[in-house]
């Protein structure tokens, strides 16, 4: 019974807090804790396995969900607050709730590749952690890969895209830079063919004003020439 209540709390609290399939495998996890160590026979009673998992659970639900907060003075207040106790007392409880806020997206102090070698250092002495946590870094581990996965490969795309880009960019100017060149040379065309009729019209005009046609400057001392015998 106390198990069912917990989860049913777990669950409230994670749709509250909007921290996600994170909190709900989380909440699953304490409460199948709970009923496995009441199946195990185990000494302890119930309701206080209950109440020791609800409390452990709470700190890190309160973490994401204050840092889920929309109001930026919140987020920066419980990222402050974690990182001193982080940096006052680095116990394994304090560290794992500092990994998760640092893994924890959509706030200012957000940086995942760190939160990952905090979490990756915590599996490397499981044995300082209850079964619940180890859990817990391995589900937020998996996550926080798969996010620094994706953002890899989102800057790849934009490092793809950029490029293209700038050899758009490029094509585009050694076109323009090709039209301007094709236009220059049509106008120096357009120029030379100018001058070229130009000096056409002043031969034509030169021929037009001369008095007699070439080839019929040497007629008349032909004749004269000619005509002589006959005189004498």
Known sequence: MESRRLTT?????ARRG?????????????????????????????????????????????????????D??????????????????????STLRYAIALVTPDHPASKPADG???????????????????????????????????????RRLLAT???????????????QAQLEDNARLRRALAEAQQKLDAIKEIERSIIERSPTPPGNRDTPHSETTQGSPSSR
């Not at 709390?9 to 609290?13: I, N």
């Open 18 to 70: 909007g921290a996600g399939w994170i909190v709900i495998a989380l909440a699953c996890l304490f409460s199948g804790g709970c009923e496995l160590a009441a199946l195990r026979g185990e000494t302890q009673k119930p309701a206080a396995v209950a109440s020791a998992g609800e409390d452990a659970l709470k700190v890190y639900l309160d973490t994401m969900s204050g840092l889920s907060s929309a």
């Open 72 to 93: 930026p003075a919140h987020q920066a207040d419980v990222f402050y607050e974690v990182e001193h106790e982080y940096t006052r007392a680095p116990t394994t409880a």
């Open 116 to 154: 990952k070698k905090l979490l990756e250092s915590l599996l490397a002495t499981p044995e300082r952690m209850t079964p619940a946590e180890r859990t817990l870094v391995t589900v937020m581990l998996h996550e926080t890969n798969a996010r620094l996965k994706l953002e890899a490969e989102n």
């Open 161 to 175: 895209l950029d490029d293209r880009s700038r050899s758009q960019a490029n094509s585009d100017k050694r076109a």
């Open 9 to 13: 709390q777990l669950f409230a609290s």
